[in-house]
């Protein structure tokens, strides 16, 4: 009997394959990172053939790595990087424009539009959303707007649209399956969480044809097939990255919280059956979609996480590996004052600012590289403790712990800050590949390879603990000169 995972985990800056075992443990790992597009200030793509065939390369690297042959792979699971777009044309396969990446600005000025129609409300009400050019509606509508004849072909059943999970399950099925799962449908801004279908009302006021748009199916089922040398293996699971790293944190119960730690920073909260409303900036979501319905979960996104980091390393070459700002952030006791604030693409949750700008505050003749490195560190966690309180607020009740996974969760100084400044427990488990593993677990479930969540639950397992060692008046004295820091960057751009 076939007793691996293939899990597919194609994310903002790199795409990576991973084959597990039944018992979660990893056989083999491969990534290919591809470019960034910066076409003008503000502005992010991606070549999503690029996509397609780095995401290839992986899978067929990963097999020959581990030696599992595709006869031994039960099924496939997908998670992706949410909410950037991607249009293509039905015939021929090619995509009529680049891949609008999640973090491109460019569409704010659609946003103001729907807000001026007195949309607002309804988006909030309808899709669990706040306004925002972050998610898919607008970067449809941009992208229909500007390539020619693209919105008519699009009537005409033409021109597909996708978010990157029905990219690659369209291409591996060889165009046989044009679909989607419920958690990455809630993040385009054209869905209704509540009566799980796309929503006439924004449907028209974007412009944006039905034909064009994906099925939308439960999180874990087969959803098709495609060949693996000659072996025909099911795609049995997709979710967005944060809805998987959920999944595969096994926050499966009410108030249970997880934060990824990777380009941006995303805490999620799982709040059952019911989709609980924010009144502190943050959104609702579908945190899976079963075969008994869907599960809801409040979400926090910080759009610049790790990727203040990489900044770092590649722009201000403050160092060549971004593992090294662990070691630069303790050679100074504090930040010497300095705060760093990386909204380099506006500001995510709470605030919802487009317009906001990165800026570091508190310089001094005294302030060196390791205070600036440092003051970087901390304005992630500063960002997801923000998160996090918003949270507390919004349910009424405070985390017990946080779960934390991701590229930068690897960094001690971080999570143990982290602990501090949110003076609550920061647990990493010991497969912090949990995205990934998220993806595994849905496509498991639906193929048999594991029975219930009750068994995977059993499979989590805690490496280390972080416990918060920051007395309160300090803890308050930070927190208040990060929102100051804050308040400097807010509304910046025109």
């Known amino acids: 009997m076939p007793s691996y995972i293939m899990a597919l985990d194609q994310g903002t800056t790199s795409s990576r394959a991973i084959l597990f075992d039944q018992e979660q443990n990893i056989a083999a790992l491969a990534q290919h990172e591809f470019a960034q ?112 004849g693209a919105r008519e072909r699009a009537r005409k059943g033409e021109i597909l649209f996708g978010t990157v999970d029905t990219w690659l399950l369209w291409k591996l099925t060889g165009g046989a399956v044009h679909a989607t799962d419920y958690t990455n449908a809630s993040r385009t801004m054209l869905y ?20 064009m748009l994906p099925e939308v199916r439960p999180s874990s089922a087969v959803y098709g097939y495609t060949e693996l040398q000659g072996v025909r293996v099911p795609i049995a699971g997709l979710a967005g990255d944060q809805q998987a790293a959920l999944f595969g944190q096994c926050c499966f119960d009410k108030g249970d919280a997880k934060n990824t730690y990777g380009t941006g920073c995303f805490l999620l909260m799982h709040t059952g059956k019911e989709a609980c409303v924010s009144a502190n900036g943050l959104v609702t979501t579908i945190a899976v979609g079963l075969d008994d319905g869907v599960e809801y979960a409040l979400e926090g996104s910080v759009f610049v996480g790790g990727a203040v980091i990489q900044w770092l390393r590649d722009e201000m070459r403050f160092f060549s590996s971004s593992p090294d700002a662990e070691y630069y952030a303790q050679k ?147 927190l208040t000169q990060w929102r100051r820091a804050v308040d400097r960057a807010r509304n910046w751009a025109d």
């Open 37 to 148: 597009l910066y076409p003008r200030e503000g502005w992010v793509e991606h070549d999503p053939m690029e996509i397609w065939s780095s995401q290839y390369a992986v899978m067929m690297e990963v097999m020959a790595k581990s030696g599992v042959s595709p006869r031994d792979i039960a099924a496939i699971g997908i998670t992706n990087q949410r909410e950037t777009t991607i249009l293509w044309d039905k015939a021929t396969g090619r995509p009529i424009y680049n891949a609008i990446v999640w973090q491109c600005r460019r569409t704010a000025p659609q946003v103001d539009a729907l807000l001026e129609q007195g949309l607002g409300e309804h988006i909030r009400a309808v899709t669990g959303l706040v306004p925002d050019a972050y998610f898919s509606a607008t970067k449809i509508q941009w992208i229909l707007d500007q390539v020619p």
């Open 332 to 478: 100074v006791p504090d930040t010497g004052g300095v705060y760093l604030v990386p909204a380099f693409t506006g500001l995510g949750a709470p605030y919802w600012d487009m317009r906001a700008r990165g800026c570091i505050v508190g310089l001094t003749r005294g302030t060196t590289r390791e205070h600036i490195i440092r003051a970087a560190q901390e304005s992630i966690a500063f960002q997801v403790a923000e998160l996090a309180h918003a949270m507390e607020k919004d349910t009424g009740a405070p985390l017990t712990a946080l779960k934390a996974d991701g590229g930068a969760s690897r960094d001690a100084f971080l999570m143990q800050f982290q602990a501090d400044i949110l003076d609550r427990e920061v647990l990493r488990p010991v497969v912090r590949e949990t995205t990934a593993l998220g993806a595994a677990y849905l496509a498991g479930l639906a193929v048999g390879l594991w029975k219930d969540r009750d068994e995977l639950r059993r499979l989590w397992k805690c490496d280390v603990a972080f416990r918060p060692n920051m007395d309160e008046p300090r803890r308050a004295a930070a």
């Open 192 to 211: 209704d969480i509540h009566r799980l279908c796309w929503d006439d009302t924004l449907l028209e006021a974007l412009d944006i044809p039905r034909a």
